[in-house]
């Protein structure tokens, strides 16, 4: 059972990423998905969430127009895509599964199965 985020990297101020978040050993379509991030010194923030449907999404304040959460269920991928970046979005992203499904959260103590975390760093 394992996670795996890719497509972080070294963007500048302006610039876009799309980070994925891969399943092996389960599938994530009974799943809520969640995005977090961690910048050095600071806890752990719920960036965006999914339902196990699609059809509900969650986000924190200040990625609001700038991100956006997707999954492809035949794919046992989901996809942040990350728009007009912004120094303060320097960060380890973090992919992770809710052991549930229903309205998605972004309480990182809820979710059960986290990836490894890939690096975003956005220069000004």
């Known amino acids: 059972v394992q996670l795996q985020a890719s497509g972080g990297g070294l963007v500048q101020a302006g610039g876009s990423l799309r980070l994925s978040c891969s399943a092996s050993?389960?599938?994530?379509?009974?799943?809520?998905m969640g995005w977090f991030r961690q910048a050095p010194g600071k806890e752990r923030e719920g960036v965006l969430c999914i339902s196990s449907s699609g059809g509900s999404t969650y986000y924190t304040d200040s990625v609001k127009g700038r991100f956006s959460i997707s999954r492809d269920n035949a794919k046992n991928t989901v996809y942040l895509q990350m728009n007009s970046l912004k120094p303060e979005d320097t960060a380890v992203y973090y992919c992770?599964?809710?052991?549930?499904?229903?309205?998605?959260?972004?309480?990182?103590?809820?979710?059960?199965?986290w990836g490894q975390g890939t690096q975003v760093t956005v220069s000004s």
């Open positions: 992770a599964a809710d052991p549930l499904q229903g309205a998605c959260t972004l309480i990182p103590g809820i979710y059960s199965t």
């Open positions: 050993g389960f599938t994530l379509d009974h799943r809520d």
